[in-house]
Every structure is written in structure tokens, then in C-alpha cells.
């Protein structure tokens, strides 16, 4: 179970971060993209290694921005071996992974906690869901579905949803503007 998800995005961040002196841990699944120099990268596999990750470097953190596109599920036996194709069709039981965000707003403290959320329609909505749902201050709603955009792709459409309501609408945005309007605003924030 997989997406087309680059790592773009997370990537763009950290370096924009680093850029504006923050101190930046990235926690990233596997990517064919260069580490950003001056960040401390930690590479992880599955979404409970993320997890163990993220919640690992999350008590110094002011600031956690959560743009994996972590996969919701995972197999409930994973096989260490190989499936042989003669024993037939295997039925594969999955279940739910750590929700690592949800698990962050639940202990929110006063960190400023940003996620992302990828959408095909009912954007505003889905996106105040999660923004309240998950406790966050920050949602970047990504449509996606459309061609040129959202997963590998270097630039999004994409709104911003904000908890204090200054949202940004809708708008196309390299990944770069994006990481540097969800900066500023965590900046703010932080202020
Ligand atoms: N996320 C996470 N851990 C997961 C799944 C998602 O931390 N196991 C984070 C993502 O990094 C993202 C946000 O949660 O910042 C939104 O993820 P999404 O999968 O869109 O939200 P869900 O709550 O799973 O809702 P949906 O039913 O729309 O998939």
C-alpha cells in the first residue's frame, strides 16, 4: 500500500526553515531527493517508525509541520518471506496505522502544530475537519487529483486554513511559496 508521495513538500520546509536559522530534524520515508544541508535527517520506513520519530524529537520542537503522506493502513500480518504465487491469492487483513498527528494534538502543549491534508473535493470542509478534529493551527488543503499538481509535482493548488481564521484561498503555489507562507505564519504564530 504506497502513494506517488515524493517528499517534495517535507523537503522544501526543512530548507526553507534552515534558511530562516531555524534548528530542523526531518523525518522522511524513502525519497531519491538530496538531504538539505544543515538539517538533521532521520530516515524511516513505516508509519510506526515515523511515529517512534517524530514523537521522539517532538519535546524540544517549537514548531512540528506534518506533510508525510503517512499510509493509513497497513497489513495486520506483515509475511517476512515471499508469497508464493501457487499457494493462491492471499487475502491480505489490514489495519489502521498510529494517526502520528492526531496523537501531537492531543499533547499540543503550546508547540504550533501544522498538517496537510490531501483533497479531491469539499476542500474548506474537509480541511476545518481536520483542522479541528486534529487540533491543529495550522491545515494546508492540497487538491489533488488534477493533472500537474499535488503528489511530485513542484507546485500545488492549494489553500491554507488557519485556527485564528486568516486563511489563504486557493491559489497554485510552487512548493517553495508554500513552505515560505506556512513559515511565516508559524513564525508569527510563534511571535
Ligand atoms: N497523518 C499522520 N499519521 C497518519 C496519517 C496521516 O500524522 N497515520 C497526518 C498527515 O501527515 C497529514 C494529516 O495527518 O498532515 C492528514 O492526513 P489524512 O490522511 O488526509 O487525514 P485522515 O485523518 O487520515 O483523513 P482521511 O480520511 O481524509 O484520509
Known sequence: LGNRSTGKMG?????????????????????????????????VETAQEMRDAVLGSADGADAIV???????FR?????????????GVPEIRLEPTPDILRELGSGKGDR???????????LE?????????????LVVV???GAPGTGFGSDTDEAMILA???QDEPLRTWTKRELAAAVLD????LLA
Open 185 to 188: 505564519r508559524v513564525a508569527k
Open 11 to 43: 523537503f522544501a520546509i526543512a530548507e526553507e526553515a534552515r534558511r530562516r536559522g531555524a534548528s530542523v530534524t526531518l523525518v522522511t520515508g524513502p525519497t531519491y531527493l538530496a538531504e538539505p544541508a544543515g538539517v538533521r535527517v532521520n530516515r
Open 142 to 144: 492540497n487538491r489533488v
Open 163 to 165: 485556527r485564528d481564521g
Open 125 to 137: 470542509t474537509s480541511g476545518r475537519k481536520k483542522l479541528e478534529g486534529k487540533n491543529l493551527d
Open 112 to 122: 504550533v502544530l501544522v498538517g496537510f491534508a490531501a483533497e479531491t473535493d469539499a
Open 66 to 72: 506534518m506533510s508525510a503522506a503517512v499510509a493509513d
Open 75 to 87: 497489513p495486520e500480518q506483515p509475511v517476512p518471506g515471499k508469497l508464493k504465487k501457487e499457494d
